[in-house]
């Protein structure tokens, strides 16, 4: 690979997802520089556990973008009058943060023109998600045309690609991949509702879905609960 080849910029939550993208991205020969976003997210907690994981994976760089999307609201994540629910909804969930990933690739972008990085990996899932719209695979298409279409390298043929290679994975399924490579999964936090030590609800969502893929997967689950 080229130097720009070998670059890439991994969007880095502190998730369960997230970890695997970048043990996977590191795995290939990449040179990674991790992005994370301070958000005003209820569960900010998730940024210790990104600083944790960036540093024990020795990225080039970790970089924290904070962004106040509490200013517009509309998600029971950056919204603390809306309740995260303890049960499953029908429908797009209240825990959707609108354009979210929008936000966050854009900003990923920026800083992979900037360093000459022509790889942008997300942990984005379209199968064992809450049904958020900007994790299908048709979006992060959609996305990486425009990409291509509105940066400086796209238009001089050095053009970026969107790396999702857990899309089309089941939780189970990315776990397992993680195991592979050696993730610790107890240095992740996917609650909504972490507390301030990173201990998980088990009620949310995104616990229901974690809990389950450890429980398909056969392999021990290293949560932490309330």
């Known amino acids: 690979m080229s130097d720009q080849e070998q670059k890439a910029v991994v969007l880095l939550s502190g998730g369960l997802d997230s970890a ?16 994370s976003f301070d958000y005003s997210q209820r569960h900010s907690i998730e940024l210790t556990a990104a600083e944790k994981i ?4 020795q990225v080039k ?5 904070t962004l106040d999307l509490s200013q517009i609201g509309g998600s029971a994540l950056t919204d603390m009058s809306i309740d995260v629910p303890d049960h499953q909804t029908e429908g797009i969930p209240v825990t959707y943060v609108p354009a979210r990933n929008t936000i966050f690739l854009s900003i990923a972008l920026g800083w992979a023109e900037v360093i000459g990085a022509n790889h942008i990996f997300v942990g984005v899932n379209a199968v064992d998600y809450s049904g958020y719209p900007d994790c299908r695979p048709e979006y992060i298409s959609a996305f990486e045309k425009m990409a291509n279409l509105a940066t400086k390298t796209g238009v001089e043929g050095m053009p970026l690609h969107i790396e999702t290679p857990l899309i089309d994975l089941s939780k189970a399924e990315i776990i397992q991949a ?8 107890s240095q992740t936090v996917s609650c909504y509702q972490a507390d301030g030590d990173g201990k998980a609800c ?19 689950d290293p949560t932490i609960y309330q």
Do not use: P, W
């Not at 760089?61 to 973008?65: A, C, G």
């Not at 993680?178 to 999964?185: R, S």
């Not at 088990?202 to 021990?220: K, M």
């Open 54 to 57: 960036a540093k024990h994976y």
């Open 178 to 185: 993680g195991m592979a490579l050696g993730v610790d999964y």
């Open 61 to 65: 760089e970790h970089k924290i973008v």
């Open 202 to 220: 088990g009620v949310c969502d995104s616990c229901r879905l974690r809990s389950q893929g450890f429980n398909d997967a056969g392999v021990y």
């Open 20 to 35: 695997t993208v970048l043990a996977q991205a590191q795995s290939a020969g990449f040179d990674c520089y991790a992005m």
